[in-house]
């Protein structure tokens, strides 16, 4: 099977190093360019020295010469919807990384951010793109909408639930993030002195992440999900988890959720029911892990992800092996580094 | 106004070093004399390298020559209950940090033990000693039965809801420690290199954190309180925050919520309603801070302390100081360090 | 002994905030105003949420109305010099925490900023406050330039050597600080996702440090020192630990040498030689634990201090005490947090 | 190219984890069985929870049933020697990671250690196995001692200056390791809360890595080697630095010498010399890389190493495959993980 030809759009963030890292051992899709605001040097070498063998692949400040059949979005809020279009305009299949294209209520989205949605058509058409729940939808996708890290832990664990109408009761999300979720960009909220010992909470940014979950459940016939959702920053650098409180659960002893949960995944490699995860079991995984812990009348739900992995690069690369029609789990690595 | 003899018994554990390093600037308490099973050295200096001036306080291997008016009990579980009627023989008053005075139900203590507690009447005498809420009875009290520290954060937080009828909605704690709260002993829990990379809910011995919670809380005529405890280590050494939730709160918009938190704590000096706190605020402080955060029919309440001072030592201390007749703040750091 | 009164300008800072701490509880210094160039909120309280009973301290955005005996200046490089000459017309004395006074030539600070030194006349009078090395000089003068921290730990080590003109052959310094000790402002060095795994040499600055070890020193006459100094950046917050390798020590297996490090210090409350000391017992200390390591022909001493107290704000403090004719120790802790 | 059958010895440990991590991914090395002395459950995926897909390597109790080409033995120090003997009558080739086989000089093993050692003829025929300095030698060996992580990084930094006879001033090591090098049992010297904030140099065991290095330094015509080496914990879990100081280097600013290292790997894919490394460069590469400091009259180099890989279970393949007649760096990720 041929390879597929494949740029990376912001490669010297977070997200962009991590795809370049998947993609540097990737058996079918060669990365063939890259595009950097302000790289640190010609070559993908200079921009992320802790690669190998990546000297050849050209960095340029702009995506207009890159000649590739799928690009990967890894930008800034508010630039990946000016980008796409472009793309698109030559054939390029996009892989966005960020909010832009994720959630679909334009008028909203002028709400919040008091400017016009500037690819509406893009928006339209746009796949979210949670891979074991749209597998078909984004097949045959032009531009694919990857989740969000917190979402993806979320809604992997909440899913099921919600698919069987058994999220009659409130929901309470309290997650957990490493550090790296807040990009490579240097904030009074990434300080490390200030980090180091501290375990913080945060509401910037976590409206847009609460509807991102709420809008991928399926919901019966008018019944409302009482979400809540709160992020936590905590000092490690890789990882997150989610700790999913369902203290109202319908139904006893949490048999039937339990259930959902695990048929729902039988046949995935990438998602896993088991004992409570631990984070180093995924970093470095494009492994979601969820252990269950049920009490009489309700259910505690633990997902663990690799915020850069299955919250963000591995997934991306996930989708666009389907999307070029290659097998699903190429060049993604299922197991964690352990330590 | 003169000093007061006090004295500590299990001083090479983290909550007996402390103990040690309070009292070694507390204008007031004079540390007479220390026990431990197997002290580095005959004097305190030995035991605990990080104190000062304190070569001349002697280490003994037994409380029985311990002469004082209180003695703080810093042992293993399952020790306090065996200490604690000698040392009241001889006149000298308790506050024990174990959990072997905190639960008053004797059926119970078997029933989880297997075997029954050594001091039936010292337990039926002891007085739980969350300082702000039990005041009046911890002045005169023989023995005090120091809080834990999961629940004293957790109380302080819901104790004033539970007060006014309002918790007749689920409570759900999810709580983070950092590991000193752990102890002093090495553990597979524990090993730095399975931790520092990891956030890990834990179920071991929450148990009795929970019934702690549930038994310090008022309840009106037979509303069982629906409360889910889950706590979790994360990578930090001293601190804790409980991120408290009440998702489907009585009342409007949480403002009687916040109003019954706020006025509870209105005269206090070590518990203060605010901003959402940071670990490094209370690191080195005897005090609580409260932060609230209000959403539409429901509340969310964050309880930051350290684990070691108001979660353990510091209250320890606090208590002491009432029982002595002594300024109940004395010899105890409101400010925290910062970083 | 009636109290001083004395403020802190630049108060934001991580050594401001720093000072505010060790002030809030000295007994006989009394912090009356404090100076932030965007201060947070009117009082004290808001800039310093850490603290306590600190919300009547007015924060002002100039020095011009600071009426007080002496101010700390916790400024960034180049606004001491600016600063000082105002507040020495009004009679207020000075200890700077910055390195603008610490080094004496005016012509090497020029050829290193461009552009020539603020105050000379402030430079000329200036003296370097090692406290234990300086005592005599600091109580008289009106400006002390404050040693850095790395330069506090490894000239406290290396003096008694240098005094006695053992240091012949080369004096190796690898040096390893905690986060704090860059400031208060983020930037790429200190961005949790790239520091929390790393432990990084740098050299931005190390020059400075490596000449202000270097004028401290003693010398025989004529012979130079050879000197390396590396600084390491690790992830931990607090705390700062020089190793210092003599590997070709004049005399035998180094007894001379240790003899010199233990009498120089022998009557210090602040300066103590021992084991091989950790950091977490410097931690809220003002004080300097030196460890010696004897092998044959060398020897290595390992200096540990907190470097925001001894390092910093501490040995200010002590340096305000010698100036204004209080006890050199008061409102210093000695002992450490051990955790 | 068929695939070669390998196993694994003593899988429960870090390295022994780190192997079955490895080798899961290995194209040409099939790891046909694993050995536990107290396994988790009957198959690898109950030792390792981290891996995937490895559901069906039975864990055995004891070598004997082992039937491979190769095995790899990450035992605690004592027990390969009493391993490989048998292993080695039945045909299978051993490359053991332990100190067992390193050094050669029987009577001061037993001098150390208070016994003889177990296997005197194996460890007379063993090749200690850094691979860039002994390829020729481990093609042929029947049993490979792969080096201790910290000498690999040492000796890769200073053995091309010793061979060219450069070492006539002292050399210090300051190594620094984060504390996966431990091992997986518990400790007090791994304990979080104690090492959390910390930055540790310790004795314990440095003897044995100073020798293992000065053994593996060529040496002119009795010139002895002057060398510190003094290992320090650092918080962090994987990866290791050392700090390599040539005060009185021979020659000028240290030319010849950094020509003499980077001639040394100028071919060589898992050793390079650049710009000073950061640790998370190499976490999960089996490189090491390399940066020089110049200054008059001395250098310094850092080399860095993921002390699970280079230093540990990677080394031991890339051993493995040499021997095996396989491709070099098969199987053996180059690039980090950057985060």
Redesign the interface.
């Known amino acids: 099977m041929a390879g597929n030809r494949v740029g990376i759009v912001g490669v010297t963030g977070?997200l962009g190093?991590?795809l370049a890292?998947v993609l540097?051992?990737h058996p079918g899709l060669d990365l063939v360019g890259a595009v950097a605001r302000n790289p640190s040097g010609p070559t993908l070498g200079e921009c992320?020295?802790?690669?190998?063998?990546?000297r050849e692949v050209r960095v340029s400040r702009s995506p207009e010469g890159l000649d590739c059949d799928l690009a990967f979005l890894a930008l800034p809020p508010g630039e990946a919807m000016r980008t796409t279009p472009g793309l698109r305009a030559r054939g390029i299949r996009v892989v966005d990384l960020s909010e832009d294209y994720r959630l679909k209520d334009l008028a909203k989205y002028e709400q919040e951010h008091g400017s016009p949605h500037q690819d509406p058509e893009g928006l339209a058409e746009a796949q979210y793109g949670l891979t074991e729940l749209h597998r078909t939808s984004i097949r045959g996708a032009q531009v694919v909408a990857n989740p969000g890290c917190y979402p993806t832990a979320a809604i992997l664990a909440v899913h099921p639930l919600a698919a069987r109408g058994l999220l009659s009761?409130?929901?309470?999300i309290?997650a957990?993030s490493?550090?790296?979720g807040?990009g490579?960009?240097?904030?009074?909220a990434?300080?490390?002195?200030?980090?180091?010992?501290?375990?913080?909470?945060y509401?910037n940014g976590s409206h847009r992440h609460y509807r991102e979950i709420l809008e991928a459940l399926p919901r019966g016939a008018g019944t409302p999900i009482?979400l809540?959702f709160?992020p936590?920053l905590?000092?490690?650098?890789?990882?997150l988890?989610c700790?999913i409180?369902l203290?109202?659960l319908q139904g006893e002893p949490g048999e039937e959720a339990m259930s959902a949960i695990r048929e729902a995944y039988a046949h995935e490699?990438f998602v896993k029911v088991?004992?409570?995860p631990?984070?180093?079991?995924?970093?470095?995984?494009n492994?979601c892990l969820l252990g269950l812990?049920p009490?009489p009348?309700?259910l505690?739900v633990?997902s663990a992800i690799d915020n850069?992995l299955k919250g963000g690069a591995g997934q991306a690369v996930q989708n666009a092996n389907l999307m070029l029609g290659r097998p699903e789990h190429e060049g993604l690595?299922?197991?964690?580094?352990?330590?």
């Open positions: 977070y190093g991590e890292r540097s051992s992320c020295p802790f690669l190998s063998d990546v009761g409130p929901v309470v309290d957990k490493g550090t790296s807040a490579a960009g240097p904030t009074s990434t300080h490390h002195p200030a980090v180091a010992g501290d375990v913080h909470p509401g009482s809540t709160t936590h905590i000092p490690i650098v890789r990882g988890l700790s409180y203290p109202a490699l088991g004992e409570i631990r984070i180093p079991w995924v970093v470095g995984s492994r812990e009490n009348g309700s505690t633990f850069l690595p299922a197991g964690g580094m352990g330590l």
